[in-house]
């Protein structure tokens, strides 16, 4: 399988959520990457 984005995000802590909003919202594919749990 394989993906293109315009955005790779790596982490869900405060900052990785906040890049995930705004990417999103100017519509752009976006991905985001946590290994432990959404928050940090």
């Given at each position: 399988?394989?993906?293109?984005?315009?955005?790779?995000?790596?982490?869900?802590?405060?900052?990785?959520?906040?890049?995930?909003?705004?990417?999103?919202?100017?519509?752009?594919?976006?991905?985001?990457i946590e290994s432990l749990g959404v928050?940090?």
């Open positions: 399988m394989e993906a293109e984005y315009d955005v790779v995000i790596l982490g869900a802590g405060a900052a990785g959520l906040a890049a995930g909003l705004y990417s999103t919202r100017a519509m752009m594919k976006t991905v985001l928050g940090g």
